[in-house]
């Protein structure tokens, strides 16, 4: 369950405040809503699978993902 007093921490990202991401590999495996974001009001974290590419997507929220090289 999420953490409520997360809604009242500074420095913490709003989950879902963009649609597209750029990653690095460092950043794998990566997940939705990314790290220190404030979860009170995201959905579920949910792993991202990339594709041949280097793009995924969040089943949740749309965001999108590509990996850089």
Not at 9 to 17: A, E, F, K, T, W
Not at 49 to 66: L, M, N, T, V
Request: aromatic share 8%; proline share 12%; glycine share 6%.
């Amino acid at each position: 369950m999420p953490n409520p007093h997360t809604a009242s921490q500074s420095g913490l990202r709003v989950p879902n405040d963009k649609n597209q991401y750029e990653v690095t590999e460092d950043e794998l495996p990566l997940h939705c809503p990314l790290p220190n974001t404030s979860l009170w009001n995201s959905h579920p974290r949910v792993y991202i699978a990339f594709d041949s590419h280097g793009r995924g997507k969040c089943p949740y929220c749309g965001a999108e993902f590509q990996l850089k090289s």
